[in-house]
């Protein structure tokens, strides 16, 4: 309940500042199957820029507690790890074989919450291609809960001149992408390459859109 709240009050008094910082506009795929109202349990999954990507995330989904995963070094900040704490951050523990999050992910979503991750699990270098390969986890989250899996492209044009532009795509299910004749390990890797090819091609279709208006 607290969770729920602090996300209300911060959301309700940082709208008015974040509007000329980020200036996003939204896209969807096909907003009559998904649009920025989400009911009931999802993971919502996107490429990674900044740690930014979190901020526009919350005023884009603005009507539901976003449970974001969210990486150890940053809860280990002072006073940045209390705010995100009292966000609903949920912590991942890369240095370690700590799969905690995933449970309290689950968990969440158990209860009808929506769970922000970032599959990347870190910002890509300069010269990398993006987005980096997806970890497993999420996909294993998808297959464990059953939850649609929303995919989110954003360009990561914050703090500038340039608009902030995300677009929204249309669900996936994990456990309809199972081939029973494969492993678990093997179906995990298909979901999450299956997620990554959704992600690339939301960032085609959203460079096509802005070349077009």
């Not at 799969?99 to 991750?117: A, D, M, N, P, T």
């Amino acid at each position: 309940m607290f969770i729920r709240f602090w996300n209300t009050f911060v959301k309700i008094t940082g709208y008015f500042v974040q509007l000329p910082i980020f200036r996003t506009k939204v896209y969807y795929e096909d907003k009559n199957v998904q649009s920025r109202r989400i009911k009931g349990a999802a993971i919502i999954y996107s490429n990674h820029t900044s740690v930014w990507d979190y901020g526009v995330y919350l005023f884009v989904f603005f009507f539901r507690t976003l449970r974001a995963q969210m990486a150890e070094v940053l809860f280990q900040k002072k006073p940045l790890g209390l705010f995100l704490k009292m966000m609903g951050g949920i912590k991942v523990d890369r240095t370690g074989f700590n799969f905690g999050f995933v449970s309290r992910s689950q968990e969440i979503l158990e209860k009808g919450g929506v769970v922000l991750i970032f599959p990347e699990s870190r910002l890509p270098l300069k010269d990398e291609e993006r987005p980096l390969p997806f970890k497993p986890s999420a996909a294993y989250l998808g297959l464990l809960s059953g939850a649609p899996m929303i995919p989110v492209f954003t360009n990561g044009k914050y703090f500038s001149l340039k608009r902030a532009r995300v677009i929204i795509g249309k669900p996936i299910c994990a456990r309809e992408l199972v081939d029973e004749e494969l492993s678990e390990k093997e179906n995990i890797e298909r979901i999450s390459d299956a997620m990554r090819e959704k992600i690339i091609g939301l960032e085609r279709e959203l460079y096509e859109r802005i070349k077009k208006s």
